[in-house]
């Protein structure tokens, strides 16, 4: 059976990490192809920093040349808040006869019990998560890659460009180029 990951999220930057992620799932879980899903707005966040256009574009620009991913805009084409669940329904019928990964961190991974109508959910999808450092997965139902860890996260890249500080290490450089040209995160 074919495998599809789904990688949804703020994306408010997509950093190295979010790829290394998505690269090390595509291979231990053996995908077909991991979809990054920029959140339109998620229910657990009131605003975001950059809009939804401009996050989409960044995944595009960091994922675009490698075959393995893809972008969707499926949530930032619905109205209001994003739910999982929604998302889910929509790309089993897209993708009718995979098996769909959700892809999460483990910051939301314990909370996973929580989110919107999780019970069906769990049913017509594998929740996956990678461990972070300095959060433990204690949810059994999910599934946990075991990888090196890698320390970055989106508030890091947008503190750094705030405070007028390199990020080069932290995105790839074209969408440190993206934010340059479009003045994101200095406010």
Same mark, same amino acid.
């Given at each position: 059976?074919?495998?599809?990951?789904?990688?949804?999220?703020?994306?408010?930057?997509?950093?190295?990490?979010?790829?290394?992620?998505?690269?090390?799932?595509?291979?231990?879980?053996?995908?077909?192809?991991?979809?990054?899903?920029?959140?339109?707005?998620?229910?657990?966040?009131? &605003?975001?920093?950059?809009?939804?256009?401009? !996050?989409?574009?960044?995944? !595009?620009?960091?994922?675009?040349?490698? &075959?393995?991913?893809?972008?969707?805009?499926?949530?930032?084409?619905?109205?209001? $808040?994003?739910?999982?669940?929604?998302?889910?329904?929509?790309?089993? $019928?897209?993708? %009718?006869?995979? %098996?769909?990964?959700?892809?999460?961190?483990?910051?939301?991974?314990?909370?996973?019990?929580?989110?919107?109508?999780?019970? %069906?959910?769990?049913?017509?999808?594998?929740?996956?998560?990678?461990? !972070? &450092?300095?959060?433990?997965?204690?949810?059994?139902?999910?599934?946990?890659? %075991?990888?090196?860890?890698?320390?970055?996260?989106?508030?890091?890249? !947008?503190?750094?460009? $705030?405070?007028?500080?390199?990020?080069?290490?932290?995105?790839?450089?074209?969408?440190?180029?993206?934010?340059?040209?479009?003045?994101?995160?200095? $406010?």
């Amino acid at each position: 059976m074919k495998k599809l990951g789904i990688f949804g999220g703020s994306f408010d930057p997509i950093h190295n990490g979010h790829i290394y992620i998505a690269s090390l799932a595509f291979e231990l879980l053996g995908l077909e192809k991991v979809v990054f899903i920029p959140a339109a707005l998620p229910p657990h966040k009131q &605003s975001l920093a950059s809009s939804g256009v401009d !996050r989409f574009e960044m995944a !595009r620009i960091a994922t675009t040349s490698d &075959s393995r991913f893809m972008v969707s805009d499926i949530e930032l084409k619905r109205e209001g $808040k994003s739910y999982t669940i929604d998302t889910v329904k929509e790309f089993k $019928k897209l993708y %009718e006869g995979y %098996e769909l990964y959700l892809i999460i961190g483990a910051d939301m991974a314990n909370d996973f019990k929580n989110w919107y109508k999780a019970d %069906e959910l769990s049913e017509l999808i594998t929740p996956v998560s990678v461990k !972070r &450092s300095g959060h433990e997965i204690t949810d059994s139902n999910i599934l946990t890659l %075991e990888i090196p860890p890698i320390d970055v996260s989106s508030t890091e890249v !947008r503190d750094r460009v $705030k405070s007028g500080q390199d990020i080069s290490d932290l995105v790839p450089k074209d969408v440190e180029n993206y934010i340059k040209q479009k003045g994101l995160y200095k $406010k």
